[in-house]
């Protein structure tokens, strides 16, 4: 909501409730838009008003909303006070409302709602994300795309609130499948295959030796000896390694790119597999490590020091876990970044691990774990090609550019684009993330493309469709000079509708930031969409007195500069033509 609003309403209930303005702005929110009925513009919910205190619980909660009502003064910004059931309603000037949104989104439309005061408890201070973080030489699978779009919409809203953010990419590079993976290629890899498809190559290799292993003692041998020969550095085998991970980085580098992704560092396992050592001797310093009675290094997680519950952190032969390079990697990153906080993207299988990792990082006497977060997300099913099963992230990118391409080509109303592929990448991307943070995150989905890139309905074709419509009507009248001075044309039910909706922005996007779920924002934005689409059709510009379509490329022009920020903050690049 913009400022003025909740900083006028907070100073009427500052006056009655004897308490500073400060106390009241978190309360005061934008009403919802609604269909039905004209509604109130921002409320406050009087049971609030009692539980922080500001408020004596004098009488029932009705009694005390009417009386609170009635020391309320009409101001000339708020026009009527309405006692609800426990909730004050306010109804604002509509001119003064249109005046002082517009205004503050014609001089500063890239920031609008960022800057809310609600907002400003959240800015500052670093936070580290480590996302997507897939295994080299294993499949791209759509959980390592459900990361990678999460953790960057988490890193997006992060830093449009202020934030210092650091994108981590820790990749799955050591242990036993590099083993593997190593003896497969010293008997049947190819330098040419893996210069000309890295990803691909390597994927087969895996794939061959797993299968071999499986029923040949001497692969299984050989793949024991290599991962042995790793662990001690020998040149021959970490140079092979090397020339996994480096083509294979730049080879997710590229792909990265097109999915408008970036990542401050590429970290991953091997990185600090040197330094589980000092963190098994941390822990047996504190008496945290106990040996079990299999031999291997655990430690309690009971609670009540029963050992009822353990995490396992070396093997019985003294070799580490995924676990214990997992604290390494945390000690490592606080050292290094001095995070504030630090949160991780994965799939809710791993959700027991991450428990376990701070619990441990927090016995250790890190109380900074308590900053730590992990992000669950659910399974997607169904996500595959027209040639069968999804391989790498790329395929998913190149089935969703040719899909859409198609959709593209068969719709009468597309224009005539210069780069159409470029184009249809951006849209089928859009749909995508859009599909995905349609639900609650932990929710499981089943992946359907003819759903996907539907140009109708909630989807990501249609925020794109809204955002390039507006776009070409801006083109169209881009030589009329406008300001926002005179509002008083859109005091139509249409413009007021998307004017009271754009006075939930700051809230939606405080939502997004308490929860890390997408789903707020991308509702948002459905419907300022659905708005805009109706006001379109029903407003022209072209014909209107100059008044009136001034106005009117106003309104159009600040509802497009949000939908283009909220795209971007969920990793979507607004399309101008489509």
Known sequence: MACFFRRTIALQLARICGQSESVFIPLISAVPVSKKQSTADVRVSVNSLVQIGVVIPDGDLQMITDTLVKQIKLDGVVDEVIAG???????????????????????????????????????????????????????FHAGHLRSTIIGNFIANLKKALGKEVIRVNYLGDWGMQF????????????????????LQHLFEVYVQVNREAKCDES?????????????????????????????????????????GVHFDHYSGESFHQSQTHNVLEDLMSKH????????????????GGDMSSYATLVRSDGTSLYITRDIAAALDRKERFGFDEMIYVTDKSQSVHFQQLFHILLAMGHQWAERCHHVAF?????????????????????EARNRMLNNMRRST??????????????????????????????????????????????????LQYTHARLRSLLRTHENEKYTCCDVSP???NRSISILQHLLRYDEVLLQSARDLQPRHLVNFLFTLSHLVASAHRQLPVKGSSPEVA???????SSVCSVLANGMRILGITPVERM
Not at 112 to 122: D, N, R
Request: charged residues 30%.
């Open 179 to 198: 083993g593997l993976l190593g003896a497969g290629f010293e008997r049947f890899g190819s330098q040419e295959k893996l210069r000309a498809h890295a």
């Open 413 to 462: 109303t597309s224009k005539v684009l210069e780069d159409p592929e470029q184009t249809a990448e951006r849209v089928g991307i859009s749909a995508l993330i859009i599909q995905d943070f349609k639900g609650p995150l932990m929710s499981d989905y089943k992946f359907e493309w003819d759903k996907v890139l539907q140009a109708q309905g909630d989807t990501g074709v249609f």
């Open 288 to 303: 945290l490590l106990k040996t079990s009675e299999k031999g291997t290094g655990v430690v309690d997680m009971s609670g």
């Open 85 to 139: 059931r426990g909730v004050i309603h306010f109804r604002l000037n509509k001119l003064i409302l249109a005046q002082k949104l517009l205004k503050q989104l014609h001089l500063e439309p890239e920031t609008f709602g960022v800057k809310s005061e609600l907002l400003t408890h959240l800015q500052g201070g670093r936070t580290l994300v480590e996302f997507s973080s897939p295994n080299i030489a294993k499949k």
């Open 378 to 398: 659910g399974l997607v099913q169904g996500m595959s090609t027209r040639h069968g099963e999804v391989l790498f992230l790329e395929d998913v990118l190149e």
């Open 490 to 492: 859109l005091m139509d």
């Open 550 to 556: 001034q106005a009117r490329l106003c309104l159009f």
């Open 219 to 259: 692969v299984r041998l050989a793949a024991a000896e290599f991962f042995r020969r790793l662990e001690q550095h020998e040149d021959q085998a970490l140079s092979l390694w090397k020339q996994f991970r480096e083509i294979t980085v730049e080879e997710y580098k590229r792909i990265y790119e097109r999915l």
